[in-house]
């Protein structure tokens, strides 16, 4: 039996990343807007650029969140089947020949 996350159950870790690059995103879009409208000021497109790059970071922001809170997630999972002594998450090679009599390990 492995452990299941309820619904709306979120990992801290990945709503706080979450959080922070939607507001990284938003910040940036509105910038790239601005920079068609200060058409003047932006003669060597720095705000286009700068609004491209506060994107991207927020992009590369919520990857490694997402990232870092699966790993914490599995990490969570695991020590909670350690502790209440649940079946492993990848299957042992003793149940592999239960379900199949006929199966060897590769040489």
């Given at each position: 039996m492995r452990l299941k996350r309820g619904k709306g159950q979120t990992n801290e870790m990945t709503e706080m990343c979450k959080l922070i690059?939607?507001?990284e995103l938003f910040?940036?879009?509105?910038?790239?807007?601005l920079s068609f409208i200060a058409s003047d000021y932006n003669k060597d497109y720095i705000l286009t650029m700068l609004g491209?790059?506060?994107m991207?970071?927020?992009m590369a922001m919520f990857g490694f969140g997402l990232f870092l809170g699966?790993?914490?997630?599995?990490?969570n999972e695991k020590k909670l089947a350690a502790e209440y002594k649940l079946s492993p998450l990848k299957p042992s090679r003793h149940t592999l020949k239960e379900k199949n009599p006929d199966w060897k390990p590769l040489p």
């Open positions: 690059a939607s507001g910040v940036g879009v509105i910038i790239f807007g491209l790059g506060i991207g970071a927020a699966l790993m914490d997630g599995m990490k």
